[in-house]
T-cell receptor
């Protein structure tokens, strides 16, 4: 089966740094994705990791350790508009992208 | 064109109605997907089309009927739905079924009354 765990909610202050963790146990692995989703809107692609290590893209970075089944999304210089749900998703093989339950991030002034 | 377009954006239908959701992309992607998302839940895969052929049906009830008329279009035909089918229906596409880089449409908010 597929199991993807991430915290349900997190809070942080504007300008701070926040790390959202994701652990996974899947029958196969063909990459891990992070998506951002604002309420009532479609998910938007943030990052993709298939090899171990850190991928940096502006204020967002994503890390993967395949041996530990672990990833994190790091958001720097938080802005109010970063308040959203952050979805960790694993491509476990042929086409299927399995999503975690999402982490609701609330950024306060 | 780097978008997936879904219509309508909102739909209210009765339990005896027949309606269709439409999805269109012109990125040359050969894999297209339907996901269902309930409030505060992650998207759940319903169907996968690869090269216009249905490759995955995640045990979806027959009141949902997908159709892929060509490589750019994906439909979801709805008939005799139940109130619990009310959700956000998301269409996505990718270059191939083994490819990452899903592009999601903005979704259709469906309410069954």
């Amino acid at each position: 089966g597929q199991n993807i765990d991430q915290p349900t909610e997190m809070t942080a202050t504007e300008g701070a740094i926040v790390q959202i963790n994701c652990t996974y146990q899947t029958s196969g692995f063909n990459g891990l994705f992070w998506y951002q989703q604002h309420a009532g809107e479609a998910p938007t692609f943030l990052s993709y990791n298939v090899l171990d290590g850190l991928e940096e893209k502006g204020r967002f970075s994503s890390f993967l350790s395949r041996s530990k089944g672990y990833s994190y999304l790091l958001l720097k210089e938080l802005q109010m508009k970063d308040s959203a749900s952050y979805l960790c998703a694993v491509n476990s093989g042929y086409s299927t992208l399995t999503f975690g339950k999402g982490t609701m991030l609330l950024v306060s002034p | 064109d780097t978008e997936v377009t879904q219509t309508p954006k909102h739909l209210v239908m009765g339990m005896t109605n027949k309606k269709s959701l439409k999805c269109e992309q012109h990125m040359g992607h050969r894999a297209m997907y339907w996901y269902k998302q309930k409030a505060k839940k992650p998207p759940e895969l319903m169907f996968v089309y690869s090269y216009e052929k249905l490759s995955i049906n995640e045990s979806v009830p027959s009141r949902f009927s997908p159709e892929c008329p060509n490589s750019s279009l994906l439909n979801l035909h709805l008939h005799a739905l139940q109130p619990e089918d009310s959700a956000l229906y998301l269409c996505a596409s990718s270059q191939s079924a083994r490819d990452y880089g899903y592009t999601f449409g903005s979704g259709t908010r469906l309410t069954v009354v």
